[in-house]
DNA sequence: CCTAATCCCTACAGCCACTGTAGGTTCAAG
DNA sequence: CTTGAACCTACAGTGGCTGTAGGGATTAGG
């Protein structure tokens, strides 16, 4: 008994939006499923899987091309895994980038919020700070498929 | 003696690029500066403070919309603080729900790399977590305005 | 004074990873 | 048979820029 799910299922199976499986077709990422007489996806078993494998990649922050990458390295099971092991760890080190970036923002909004108490914008320690500080520079601070993923 | 910077060195003082000036000015961010006979944009020092000030709240992660409401309560100095002061809150709120789920990428991430000891992709342990294991809901780990502010 | 290099101008397309909308078709329940 | 939900395609919009094309302005050197 092999699944077949229309995409709403396959949406709610993999915590996504209908679109977003529509989109992962669209840029070659999901192959294009079986459909059903009247033109409708019909998903089965593999493709849920592959689906989810997709999902689960987001959620831990990894940008669409390395997903690709990712999938078709699973297509290869026979191959070293080192490839797969270098993307997981060029992953690991953008989120420790962002980790210490965001640290650092915390540390100044901290001290920004800390200093003010109250009074009129014209001493206002949070606006003062963006006015007259200046922030050391903080390039190179995202990560290498740069912006960050989106919810989930 | 007024500065009077053409876009080029105003990007310079800012470090970001002329494009970026540009489209400040085309969204209403920055008034539309002074021009020279030739056509070209001239700024002056009350304009440079006012590009220095959005830069350095992008720089601690300010989305523009909140840096404009934050330029808009530079311009009214005898108003209270407490409106400047929420800006900041909710932007120190966002950047610690992100900390916390980058940390717990972090976690996933090295517990997965820690745990694969080379092989073939078939037991890879990267591989194999991205195909079985569910990441509980990270639904709302997103800073309000959401997407990060790309580098810089 | 001329020229070449470098700047500047506008207008628009592209990036990422979706999300939303419009306008239509198909399906399942009552 | 009708209703309403779910599906279809196609395209525009999000944020915050960045890049490009096709010109005009400015400036340093010869």
Excluded: H
Excluded at 13 to 26: D, H, L, M, P
Excluded at 126 to 132: A, Y
Excluded at 142 to 152: A, D, F, I, Q
């Amino acid at each position: 008994m092999s699944a077949r799910l229309t995409i709403g299922r396959a949406a709610r199976a993999a915590g996504c939006k209908v679109q977003t499986i529509r989109y992962y077709e669209q840029i070659g990422l999901l192959p294009a499923p079986a459909r059903s007489e009247g033109n409708q996806r019909l998903y089965e078993t593999e493709d849920i899987r592959r689906l989810l494998f997709v999902r689960r990649a987001r959620a831990l922050g990894f940008p669409l091309p390395a997903i690709r990458d990712l999938l078709s390295l699973c297509d290869e099971p026979e191959q070293p895994c080192e490839a797969a092991d270098a993307i997981a760890k060029v992953q690991l080190e953008g989120v420790e980038r962002r980790i210490e970036w965001l640290q650092e923002l915390r540390r100044e909004l901290e001290r920004m919020i800390e200093q003010c108490r109250g009074g009129s914008i014209a001493d206002c320690r949070v606006i003062e700070v963006l006015s007259r500080q200046a922030i050391r520079d903080t390039a190179d601070n995202e990560v290498p498929g740069r912006g960050v993923s989106s919810r989930l």
